[in-house]
């Protein structure tokens, strides 16, 4: 990795996509964009951004299509080999990405689920007070059950 650190400017800029998930047979490549900058549709910033780094989440979060992938393989220039310390700390990386991103879908479906409990909790009282003769406004401020009590 030290070595693509040194690559991260215009006219020289080199990054990291991939990891084991992505590409178990491999690991992660190193792409030499530098040529490509220019013709970046997001603008060559955004590129800077991450040149001489790991770019694989932010490539990856974004979404890139089947022909932006196919355009990358151009540039690759190898397999980044990678130390025992950096394969430990990509892998704990990788652990906690996992157990943060995972946690995250409960709470809105959380919320869907309560909002469709309440919509069906209030359907049946607004049933039931339908069905003992009187206004529902009337049955909810006295409480009266679906047995007119």
């Known amino acids: ?14 990054m ?15 792409y030499n964009v530098s040529e ?9 910033e955004v590129m800077l951004d991450v040149a001489g780094k790991d770019a694989d989440t ?4 974004i979404g890139h299509s089947k022909q932006a992938r ?8 190898g397999v980044l080999e990678l130390t025992e310390e ?5 892998a704990v990386a990788a652990e906690k990405a996992a ?11 959380l919320i869907v689920l309560l909002a469709i409990g309440a919509y069906f909790y209030l359907q049946s009282q607004k049933e039931q007070a339908q069905g003992s003769g009187i206004d529902e406004n009337t049955a909810a401020r006295l409480g009266v059950d679906e047995r007119g009590l």
């Open 1 to 14: 990795m030290a070595e693509v650190e040194k690559h991260n400017k215009e006219g020289d800029a080199w």
């Open 16 to 30: 990291v996509i991939g990891n084991m998930k992505t590409c178990p047979e491999t690991g992660p490549k190193v």
């Open 36 to 44: 490509y900058l220019d013709d970046h549709p997001g603008g060559a």
């Open 58 to 61: 932010m490539f990856e979060d």
């Open 70 to 77: 196919k355009t990358l393989e151009k540039f690759l220039i």
């Open 86 to 90: 950096e394969k430990a700390a990509a």
């Open 99 to 109: 157990n943060a991103s995972s946690g995250m879908p409960i709470v809105p479906l």
